[in-house]
C-alpha cells in the first residue's frame, strides 16, 4: 500500500478555511459557563442590604471579566495556531509568529492557573455554599501576582518591537493582509483588527487595579475585616503594574538610543595626517559611541542607564577655510551628556557624523543671545577654562528658551546623582 500525501492547498484563504474547518474555536476555547448573575446561586439574597448587593456585583464583576479575559486571550492564541497551521502548508513562511504574538502562551498559562486556582474558588465556594461571595476569598486569590503575571513583563516590554513588526510586514507580505483578514472576519474576533486585540493585555494590570479599588469600595460598609488584605492586594498589582511600565519604558529607551546609534558615524579627526595614520584612526572602533553603556562613575547601587531627554534640528556653523557655512544639524541631550550630529557629504544618505565630542552635562552651559533663537553652547573642561564655544541656532526663540530650560533640568538631576554617590 502506498501512503498517499496529502494535497497542499491551492491558496492561503483555502489553508486558512481548512484549519476553521478542522478546529472548532468554541471546543479551543473549551467554554465553561456561570450564572447570569451572582443571585443566581445565593440563597436568601432577598434580604440583603443595597451596600450588601453592591459589593456581591464588584466582586462578581472580577469574576465574570476574568474568565471573559481567558476565553480573548485563547482567542488569541487560536489564531497564533492558525498562522503556523497555514505555515505548515507552505504558506507566509516569512512571518514571524513569536514576533507577531510574543509570549501570548505564556500569558495563556498564567491566565488559565489565575483562574483556575484563584478566582474560579471564589465562585465555587459561594455556589457550593448557597452563600455570598467572600471579599477575603477574593482578596486571598490575588496574592503572589508578582510571581503569577510574570509573563506579562515580557509581553508588555516588547509592544513597541511588535508594533514595528506588524506594521512592516503588512506593507512588504501583501498575503499577510489575507491573513489579517480571516482573523478580523473572524465570529471570535467580532471585526476587531489583531493589532488592536494584541494591545488588551497590556491593559488587563490596570483593570485589575481598579476592580479591586472598587470592590475596597463597597467593602467599606459591609465587610470592614476584608479592608486591609484588599488594600495589601491593590498595593501589591499597582506595584507589579509600575514594574511592568517601568520595563516596558526601559526597553523603549533602549530601542530609541539603539536608533541612534544607527544613524551616527564614529568621530575621528583626521586632517593634515599622514595616509597610514588615516588608515588606522579609520579602523579603530575607539571613537564609536555607545550609547547603552552604563554611565560611568557612578556607584553600582544607583540606576546609571542612560536616556534620551530632549532632541531637536537647530543651525550650526561648520568649520572651512572659506569661513564658517551655515549647516542644519541634529542635537540630542541624554541624561549625562549632549551631543550634536550633522550631514557629511561623504556619508551615507541615512547616516549622520558627530560635530564635535560628546559635551558632559555638567561642563556645558547656555547662552542665550539677542536673537532670542540663537544661544551659545559653551563647553568648559575641568579647571573651568572654555573648550569650545558653538552658535546654535533653534527654529523659534521658544525652542531656545526649551533648550536651556531642559539642559538645567538635566544639570539639576545630575548633580542629585553626584552628590548621592
Not at 453592591?54 to 474568565?67: F, S
Not at 486571550?73 to 507577531?100: I, R, S
Amino acid at each position: 500500500l502506498k501512503l498517499v500525501k496529502p494535497s497542499r492547498p491551492k491558496s492561503l484563504e483555502d489553508a486558512l478555511h481548512e484549519f476553521g474547518a478542522a478546529h472548532d474555536i468554541n471546543s479551543y476555547l473549551n467554554n465553561e459557563n456561570l450564572p447570569s448573575s451572582w443571585k443566581d446561586f445565593v440563597v436568601s439574597f432577598e434580604s440583603f442590604t443595597v451596600a450588601q448587593c453592591k459589593l456581591q456585583e464588584a466582586i462578581w464583576e472580577a469574576i465574570v471579566r476574568e474568565l471573559s479575559y481567558l476565553r480573548f486571550v485563547k482567542t488569541l492564541c487560536y489564531f497564533f495556531k492558525a498562522l503556523e497551521a497555514v505555515q505548515e502548508a507552505q504558506y507566509l513562511p516569512g512571518v514571524d509568529g513569536d514576533l507577531l504574538f510574543g509570549n501570548i502562551r505564556e500569558i495563556r498559562k498564567s491566565v488559565n492557573s489565575f483562574w483556575r486556582d484563584c478566582l474560579r474558588q471564589v465562585y465555587t465556594t459561594a455556589k457550593t455554599k448557597g452563600s455570598l461571595l467572600c471579599p477575603l476569598i477574593l482578596a486571598e486569590a490575588f496574592s503572589d501576582m508578582a510571581t503569577r503575571l510574570k509573563p506579562y513583563v515580557k509581553f508588555c516590554s516588547q509592544q513597541a518591537d511588535r508594533q514595528a513588526y506588524f506594521a512592516a510586514t503588512k506593507k512588504e507580505n501583501h498575503k499577510f493582509s489575507i491573513f489579517l483578514q480571516w482573523c478580523q472576519d473572524h465570529q471570535a474576533c467580532n471585526r476587531q483588527h489583531l493589532s488592536d486585540l494584541l494591545i488588551r493585555p497590556l491593559q488587563q494590570l490596570t483593570r485589575y487595579e481598579l476592580l479591586l479599588a472598587k470592590i475596597h469600595e463597597k467593602a467599606a460598609y459591609v465587610a470592614p475585616e476584608a479592608l486591609h488584605l484588599i488594600s495589601e492586594k491593590h498595593f501589591e498589582v499597582k506595584k507589579f503594574t509600575y514594574h511592568v511600565d517601568n520595563a516596558k519604558f526601559l526597553h523603549e529607551e533602549k530601542l530609541k538610543l539603539q536608533a541612534i546609534m544607527n544613524s551616527i558615524e564614529g568621530y575621528v579627526r583626521l586632517d593634515g595626517l599622514p595616509p597610514d595614520a588615516q588608515e588606522f584612526l579609520g579602523s579603530q572602533a575607539i571613537n564609536r559611541l555607545d550609547l547603552l553603556a552604563d554611565i560611568p562613575d557612578l556607584p553600582m547601587t544607583m540606576f546609571r542607564k542612560r536616556m534620551l531627554r530632549f532632541e531637536g534640528t537647530v543651525t550650526t556653523c561648520s568649520s572651512s577655510k572659506h569661513g564658517s557655512p551655515k549647516v542644519s544639524a541634529r542635537m540630542y541631550l541624554f541624561t549625562d551628556f549632549l551631543l550634536l550630529t550633522g550631514r557629511h557629504r561623504s556619508s551615507p544618505k541615512e547616516k549622520q557624523r558627530i560635530i564635535k565630542p560628546p559635551m558632559p552635562i555638567d561642563k556645558i552651559d547656555i547662552h542665550i543671545l539677542k536673537n532670542e533663537d540663537s544661544f551659545l553652547l559653551i563647553h568648559r573642561e575641568d579647571f573651568g577654562f572654555i573648550v569650545n564655544v558653538t552658535w546654535i541656532n533653534a527654529v523659534t526663540p521658544r525652542q531656545a528658551n526649551e533648550w536651556k530650560a531642559e539642559l538645567q533640568k538635566a544639570r539639576v538631576s545630575s548633580a542629585e546623582r553626584f552628590s548621592a554617590k
